[in-house]
């Protein structure tokens, strides 16, 4: 069995066991690998009907829900030709859309149940039907890795709290929507400067690959005529069809040279003395018969 790295492995011995049919039951040391294969194996072996139930049960024992199922549908992905090779890929599906599911409920729920851990100095607010914790928020978007997730939950808690009848409010803390719009800026302004960031170093990345690909330039190791005087030819000679075989002009050539080769001794060229030997009227300019390379 393949795993995922789960960072919560709760799992009893049958001996110790509350709900065998739930809990994961491991009577050696426990592992990762012997979890995974354990809650694998649950899996396959639970009746379908209580999938909704153990996924409760599970998620409700984590200290982080999120967290437990984004390893759980980890879990289940790394291990599908398992259920494929049994041939219940039935249930591998179920279990991918119950805990979408879950994941969206406990992600949008605006309801919350007030837990032991939160202390109550740490409450901005109270209302009939739910609290309103700053401190719970900024754990729970931790959990978030879509960035425009972390938005909507936000901006829906700032509403809900705007909306709400509260008959206790904590004056020692920032009000709730206040704390939650600048967690939107701060967020706002950390993609711009990511946006920014990346698109900086792109930018690099393409210069120093443009200054490398410019930089580069062939040494001639000879009189520099030799060369001129083979383009020369090409410009000049006409092939069977009357066209040249280079339909450029003396400075486009001349610029080509110069920003594609070097002298012997590792000097730039002229502009100005390759000009006067790709012209046609400079034959005085050209190679020796003995080192002129002949197209």
């Not at 030799?226 to 410009?235: G, N, S």
Request: charged share 25%; with cysteine.
């Amino acid at each position: 069995m393949q795993t995922a790295p789960f960072v919560e492995l709760l799992a009893v011995s049958a001996a110790l066991a509350k709900n065998p049919v739930f809990d994961i039951i491991i009577d050696d040391k426990v592992t990762l690998q012997n979890y995974c294969n354990a809650l694998i194996e649950k899996t396959l072996t639970l009746r379908q009907s209580d999938f909704p139930a153990f996924i409760d049960y599970q998620s409700g024992q984590v200290k982080n829900t999120i967290v437990w199922l984004n390893k759980f549908e980890k879990l289940l992905a790394n291990n599908q030709d398992e259920f494929i090779l049994r041939k219940v890929l039935c249930r591998f599906t179920k279990l991918m859309n119950l805990i979408e599911h879950k994941r969206k409920e406990v992600q949008s729920s605006p309801v919350k149940v007030l837990k032991i851990k939160t202390p109550k100095r740490l409450i901005n607010a109270i209302s009939d039907d739910r609290y309103f914790s700053y401190f719970e928020v900024k754990i729970h978007i931790e959990t978030l890795t879509n960035f425009s997730e972390k938005l909507i939950y936000l901006t829906q808690e700032a509403f809900a709290y705007k909306q709400a009848d509260k008959f206790s409010i904590n004056s020692t803390l920032q009000a709730y929507d206040e704390q939650c719009n600048h967690q939107i800026e701060h967020l706002q302004t950390l993609r711009k400067m990511r946006s920014d960031y990346d698109k900086e170093q792109q930018e690099n990345v393409e210069n120093v690959l443009l200054e490398k690909a410019s930089t580069f330039k062939i040494r001639i190791n000879g009189p520099i005529n030799i060369l001129t005087d083979v383009y020369k030819q090409m410009m000049n000679t006409s092939k069977s069809n009357g066209k040249t075989y280079i339909s450029h002009s003396i400075k486009d050539i001349t610029k080509f040279i110069c920003d594609n080769h070097l002298d012997e001794l590792g000097n730039e060229l002229s502009p100005n003395t390759i000009r006067t030997y790709l012209s046609p009227t400079r034959n005085d300019k050209d190679p020796n018969n003995d080192t002129k390379i002949r197209i």
